[in-house]
């Protein structure tokens, strides 16, 4: 496994767990990188738990303050409210290699206001959807490779609302929670099976105060040839999930880090052994994710154009 072929030193920007979970994978594939972060307290936080001690004060402060040719990347691991900003001052300091958490930004909105300061380094900038990189999902295309090719699909993204605790959310990320959390199954699910060509959406108001639409439901056939639906209810009971069909059978990514397998003609579903070696030392995905960007394989990474792309052509479509 290669490591480190195309970087120097990697600026981290953040210092809560999603940084602390990205620091884990740089010292896991001996990578030198800076962290850079605004409170004291969560700095200190970060250092215990990695041994890495990161500059506090905010990313501004620091790009003002310091010789950033040293840098080669950056990945901006702060809260969803301030991706974007964060965003803004790597490329104004000339710092274009970027790996941005998902969803870039706080709404779909926000994206699209701001196209014109990243689509001109679009081709290096690359929305961190993990998930494409689990070892479930991995595996699950090697067994939709042995069947012949995948032929449907169902997927879920019902959220548990009732465990979201809205007085300790940004209200500009629970607005759009459908855009900062839900999309990780979407982009998944549409990343297996193709984007949908044709396709109808519904949506239904629910009763929550923080988000308008809590009803889903969806069905047609993507630009591979593969029927899709979908039925996400946040007021009632689920969970994320995919579930796809083949030839010879039907593999269910529920959760999406593990792999069960229903065969043809059988009723039991069966535990699928496979090696997620990685994903269990790391946080599940993130390991292929950051070897992937950083050697500049960018065959299942998503650059934020594609993700704009993405997001006025299907996310707008299923919350409309």
Not at 287 to 297: I, P
């Amino acid at each position: 496994m290669s490591h480190n072929i195309n970087s120097n030193i990697v600026l981290l920007i953040g210092t809560g767990s999603m940084a602390v979970a990205y620091a884990k994978v740089l010292q896991g594939q001996k990578i030198d990188f800076q962290v850079v972060g605004r409170g004291v307290a969560s700095a200190q936080t970060f250092y215990e738990e990695t041994g890495k001690k990161p500059i506090t004060g905010g990313l501004e402060l620091f790009l003002e303050n310091n010789d950033v040719s040293q840098f080669d990347a950056a990945i901006i691991a702060t809260g969803t409210e301030v991706l974007l900003d964060c965003l803004r001052l790597l490329i104004q300091h000339s710092i274009t290699k970027i790996l941005i958490e998902k969803p870039a930004a706080v709404s779909i909105a926000e994206l699209n206001n701001n196209k014109e300061l990243f689509l001109p380094h679009a081709a290096s900038i690359f929305v961190a959807y993990n998930r494409r990189f689990y070892a479930s999902v991995l595996e699950t295309e090697r067994l939709i490779e042995a069947d012949g090719g995948l032929e449907a699909m169902n997927f879920e993204f019902t959220e548990w609302t009732h465990k979201i605790d809205a007085s300790k959310k940004v209200p500009a990320v629970l607005n759009n929670w459908f855009f900062a959390n839900s999309t990780h199954v979407v982009d998944l699910a549409f990343f297996l099976a193709g984007k949908p060509l044709d396709w109808t959406a519904y949506s239904k108001k629910g009763n929550l105060e923080w988000h308008e639409k809590t009803v889903f439901s969806g069905a047609g056939i993507t630009e591979k040839g593969v029927l899709f639906s979908y039925l996400s209810h946040w007021e009632s009971a689920g969970r994320w999930g995919i579930e796809l069909l083949t030839q010879n059978r039907k593999i269910y990514l529920k959760p999406l880090e593990g792999v069960l397998i229903q065969r043809k003609g059988l009723l039991d579903i069966e535990k699928h052994v496979f090696d997620n070696t990685l994903d269990v030392l790391y946080k599940p995905g993130l390991f292929r994710q950051v070897e992937a960007f950083l050697n500049n394989d960018n065959s299942r990474l998503i650059n934020i154009k594609e993700h704009l792309e993405i997001a006025n052509q299907i996310y707008i479509k299923i919350l409309s």
